[in-house]
């Protein structure tokens, strides 16, 4: 769709420019996954809430699968009445998304009549349902955690003959391999299984506010739902515990701020019968609780907590601090349960008649049936699986690179899962055949280039949206969840009436304080954080929760009423404003800002 010359737009998909060094980055990533000439004329944003940062090549399967599933569940299975799936183009490593409306009144009628049969089922069983969502959910994370990466000695094990299995244990290796993927598969149909019905009740009963009330904010509708207690929450819940059991035992002292937490277990073990027991809470405390990643469970490198303990050690001083000082650290949820009881009970008052309160009710009871799965989820799927997952993938690299195929196990992240099973070939016939692998003169240089190109592709600024501005971005779900309205679109394109000191974005959650900003462009930079700053991001993860007991407001360029920030912000009743578009480029770290989350305004104080 060409543009006309002086028109305010953003730039076509076929106009994307070669980013210097990056040349031949489209060979990390599928080739349905690159932008076509007929892209030109579609309305793409950037989806930097879930892909705030370059996608290596293995972890382009992170979009790949969850919009394979999303897009089932929500065309397939269920019929929404008026969406289909996501569809998602990779440019210069950056992921872009647009979901394909279902516009035709006669299609959407007949949508209607099975999504009301289909996901009316769902609905009235929710609960039976669920538990046995939990159940399945479950026992594909004890089959990601028993995936074994075959030995391959010199011999295989007398047992392997005498047993009569049947086959050598090269075998294993795609067949265990192969498993992961399709578990991964398997999880993100099971995730969005639930998560799509449970955002559709939502829109459902946002959209009868918005037109019984018509001058309600978002913010008041989020918050009829707040107060709800989700097992995301839980990993924050064990920090408290062993901070409470840090002073229990007089261990506070090691607990200090911007403390190494290295040099923390050091002195723990050296703190006796105390330090062992400590330790002893520590790891009894991690599984499951610390498969928690410092990012939303999309890339590799956003390792757990487990993996990492700098996101847990950064809380754990201030808890103690807390704790020694007889502070109350449990979230506000009772608060907040009160607060959504007067604000429904205003709005229901407002209703004119019986039929209108019986069905608030009954939408208002749905959402809050549904709405602890929106988060709850979160924990046991992008975390808990995924976690698991990225660490068999990396066992898998660990031979490869043990086989000398590889330089590093995480180099395994720089190939095609395609790829990894050529690899995996090469080691299954050298093996076998007692040759050598050609692996090392073919992938090392590979994976050589493809770092290079992952730090060239570092430097470029993906420009928040592309193709034509859409007549007008009503579609509810994108509005929630990634905050892209209409004004967000006027402010990515330079609105007229932009004020240099303020950013505007949604109200996510209430508020009003005044602090020094600390800017964090990279999730693994959180341990930076310090008492009582605002923090300014691209976007947060729910597995943040420990950082937003020691901040005094967030602020998001990404992100929805309903978005994973906004619903953190809430719980732990501190100010919010999401959605601003640009906050991480007009705020700097060290700057006085005021966070207004009534309004939704972030004011740079000069």
Same mark, same amino acid.
């Given at each position: 769709?060409p543009?006309t010359?002086?028109?305010r737009?953003f730039p076509?998909?076929?106009?994307i420019?070669?980013?210097p060094?990056a ?9 349905f996954?690159?932008f076509r000439?007929?892209?030109?004329? @579609?309305?793409?944003f ?10 290596p %090549? ?12 999303i ?12 969406? $289909?799936?996501i569809e998602?183009?990779?440019v210069n490593?950056r ?8 516009t035709?009144?006669? +299609? ?9 049969e289909r996901a009316?089922h ?5 609960? @039976?349902?669920?538990?046995?969502? +939990?159940r399945r959910?479950e026992?594909?994370?004890a ?5 074994e ?5 010199e011999?295989?094990d007398?047992?392997?003959v005498? !047993?009569?299995?049947g ?29 799509m019905? !449970? ?5 459902v009963?946002?959209?009868?506010c ?14 009829m ?16 515990k062993?901070?409470?059991?840090a002073?229990e035992?007089?261990l ?5 701020e !911007? ?12 703190r006796g019968?105390a330090?062992?027991?400590w330790l002893?809470?520590?790891?009894e405390?991690?599984?499951p609780w610390?498969?928690?990643s410092?990012?939303?469970?999309f ?6 907590w ?5 996101v847990p ?7 103690v601090?807390?704790i020694?000082?007889g ?5 506000p949820?009772e ?7 007067r ?11 019986d039929?209108?309160r019986a069905?608030?009710?009954q939408?208002?009871?749905l959402?809050?049936?549904?709405f602890p ?15 698991r997952f ?8 660990r $031979? ?6 590889? %330089?590093? %196990? ?7 899962h395609?790829?990894v099973?050529d690899?995996?070939?090469d080691? +299954?016939?050298?093996?076998?055949s007692?040759?050598t ?11 050589a280039r493809?770092?290079e190109?992952?730090a060239? $592709?570092?430097g470029?600024?993906?420009p ?5 501005v859409?007549e007008?971005m009503?579609?509810?779900?994108v509005?929630?969840?990634? !905050? ?6 006027a ?7 932009q004020?240099e000191?303020t950013?505007?974005?949604?109200? %996510?959650?209430?508020?009003v ?11 693994n930079?959180i ?5 009582g700053?605002?923090?300014v991001?691209?976007v947060?993860?729910p597995s ?22 906004a619903?953190?912000?809430?719980e732990?009743?501190?100010p919010?404003?999401?959605?601003t578009g640009q906050a ?10 005021r ?5 939704g305004l ?5």
């Amino acid at each position: 769709m060409p543009q006309t010359p002086g028109e305010r737009a953003f730039p076509l998909p076929s106009a994307i420019g070669a980013v210097p060094g990056a040349e031949g980055w489209e060979e990390m990533y599928p080739y349905f996954s690159r932008f076509r000439p007929e892209d030109d004329g @579609r309305f793409w944003f950037y989806n930097s809430m879930h892909f705030p940062e370059v996608v290596p %090549a293995f972890d382009g399967l992170t979009s790949e699968i969850p919009y394979t599933a999303i897009g089932a569940n929500t065309a397939r299975l269920f019929s929404f009445p008026t969406t $289909l799936g996501i569809e998602y183009r990779i440019v210069n490593g950056r992921v872009y998304i647009t979901a394909n409306p279902v516009t035709d009144p006669a +299609q959407v009628e007949a949508r209607l009549t099975d999504f009301q049969e289909r996901a009316g089922h769902y609905y009235a069983n929710w609960d @039976r349902l669920y538990d046995g969502w +939990q159940r399945r959910i479950e026992a594909l994370i004890a089959e990601i955690e028993g995936v074994e990466v075959p030995v391959l000695g010199e011999l295989d094990d007398l047992s392997v003959v005498t !047993g009569s299995r049947g086959y050598a244990s090269n075998h294993l290796l795609r067949e265990e391999f192969h498993r992961c993927i399709d578990l991964y598969s398997k999880m993100w149909h099971h995730h969005t299984e639930f998560l799509m019905l !449970g955002y559709g009740a939502y829109v459902v009963f946002f959209d009868f506010c918005r037109t019984a009330f018509p001058e309600i904010g978002d913010q008041t509708v989020a918050r009829m739902v707040a107060g709800m207690d989700v097992t995301m929450y839980w990993p924050d819940d064990e920090l408290k515990k062993l901070a409470a059991l840090a002073v229990e035992l007089d261990l506070a002292d090691l607990f200090v701020e !911007g403390s190494d937490p290295d040099k923390v277990l050091g002195g723990l073990g050296e703190r006796g019968e105390a330090g062992r027991r400590w330790l002893a809470a520590l790891e009894e405390a991690k599984d499951p609780w610390f498969n928690v990643s410092v990012g939303d469970g999309f890339y590799h490198h956003h390792l757990s907590w487990a993996d990492d303990l700098t996101v847990p050690f950064a809380a754990l001083p201030r808890y103690v601090e807390q704790i020694r000082a007889g502070a109350d650290l449990t979230r506000p949820t009772e608060r907040l349960a009160q607060e959504r009881e007067r604000i429904a009970d205003e709005h229901r008052a407002l209703l004119g008649s019986d039929d209108e309160r019986a069905a608030f009710d009954q939408m208002l009871g749905l959402c809050r049936q549904v709405f602890p799965y929106i988060e709850s989820h979160k924990f046991y799927c992008e975390h808990w699986f995924t976690t698991r997952f990225f660490q068999k993938i990396r066992a898998f690299g660990r $031979l490869l690179a043990d086989r000398g195929v590889l %330089a590093d %196990a995480d180099d395994v992240f720089h190939l095609r899962h395609l790829e990894v099973e050529d690899a995996l070939a090469d080691v +299954q016939l050298a093996w076998a055949s007692g040759g050598t692998e050609h692996g090392a003169a073919h992938w090392r240089p590979i994976v050589a280039r493809r770092k290079e190109i992952v730090a060239a $592709l570092a430097g470029w600024s993906p420009p928040p949206a592309l193709g034509p501005v859409p007549e007008a971005m009503n579609d509810p779900a994108v509005q929630m969840l990634w !905050g892209v309205t209409d004004e967000t679109i006027a402010t990515w394109l330079g609105a007229d009436d932009q004020d240099e000191d303020t950013v505007r974005g949604y109200a %996510a959650s209430p508020g009003v304080v005044e602090g020094v900003a600390r800017v964090l462009m990279s999730v693994n930079d959180i341990g930076a954080i310090r008492e009582g700053e605002v923090l300014v991001c691209p976007v947060t993860a729910p597995s943040w929760g420990p950082v937003f007991g020691k901040i005094a407001a967030a602020v998001s360029d990404i992100g929805g009423t309903m978005s994973h920030a906004a619903i953190v912000a809430r719980e732990y009743g501190m100010p919010a404003v999401v959605g601003t578009g640009q906050a991480t480029a007009t705020i700097r770290t060290g700057d006085r800002v005021r966070v207004d989350g009534d309004r939704g305004l972030v004011t740079v104080l000069r």
